[in-house]
């Protein structure tokens, strides 16, 4: 599977953006897909998930009622629409791919097989 991610840019404080991430192959199905963010400095933190298993999404507390993530299988695409953005957000944003379901523990970075390029996110105050 090989992952494109795009959408990302420089936005306000209180702006919105739209990341999508687009998938080869034809077991797209068969991942869950999840994004995640590094903000220089630090570690790599999961921000949202999209579970195979029943179709539910998790998020990242910090994220929390301002993101929403979304798959459309048809066209092998996830998204991650991001609101209400605050400076805090400014990070290189990945989507990830992993075959299968390991509940809780997804936003465990080590668990995904496959990963996109990164899209900056740049949040101005």
């Known amino acids: 599977v090989q992952l494109q991610a795009s959408g990302g840019g420089l936005v306000q404080a209180g702006g919105a953006l739209r990341l999508s991430c687009a998938a080869s192959g034809r077991t797209f199905r068969s991942y869950t897909m999840a994004w995640f963010r590094q903000a220089p400095g630090k570690e790599r933190e999961g921000v949202s998930c999209f579970s195979i298993s029943d179709g539910s999404t998790y998020y990242a507390d910090s994220v929390n009622g301002r993101f929403t993530i979304s798959r459309d299988n048809a066209a092998n695409t996830v998204y991650l629409q991001m609101n209400s953005l605050y400076p805090e957000d400014t990070a290189v944003y990945y989507c990830?791919?992993?075959?299968?379901?390991?509940?809780?523990?997804?936003?465990?970075?080590?668990?995904?097989?496959?990963w996109g390029q990164g899209t900056l996110v740049t949040v101005s105050s």
């Open positions: 990830a791919a992993m075959l299968g379901w390991y509940g809780s523990a997804w936003y465990n970075p080590s668990l995904y097989d496959y």
